[in-house]
């Protein structure tokens, strides 16, 4: 079983910058994907980007350029740093990680970017 522990989010003005980390622990396979997800009330999750333990990652059209995954595989930590930040970036992010067909998800950080 695999445990996701979220951090660094918060209340950021427009433009501001925030990190995210996510530690991921115990069953934890060296071949696996992790990735960052948003949710705001009422729709559904989406997914912001994704990196894979090849070191390639992809992102969502609406954060390209802004924002960059990064994975310390050593540590099995997962960073995503939100630059140039604006309003419709406010969500909770959700960590998830997908390994041998099994998706985990951490229980959630509050970003909310203010205008």
């Known amino acids: 079983q695999v445990q996701l522990v979220e951090s660094g989010g918060g209340l950021v003005q427009n433009g501001g910058s925030l990190r995210l980390s996510c530690a991921a622990s115990g069953s934890v396979f060296s071949l696996n994907s992790m990735a960052w997800y948003r949710q705001v009330p009422g729709n559904q999750r989406e997914l912001v980007a994704r990196?894979?333990?090849?070191?390639?990652?992809m992102y969502a059209d609406s954060v390209k350029g802004r924002f960059t995954i990064s994975r310390d595989n050593g540590k099995n930590t997962v960073y995503l740093q939100m630059n140039s930040l604006k309003p419709e970036d406010t969500a909770v992010y959700y960590c998830n990680l997908v390994a041998l067909g099994k998706s985990s998800w951490g229980q959630g950080t509050q970003v909310t970017v203010s205008s």
């Open positions: 990196m894979f333990s090849s070191g390639n990652s």
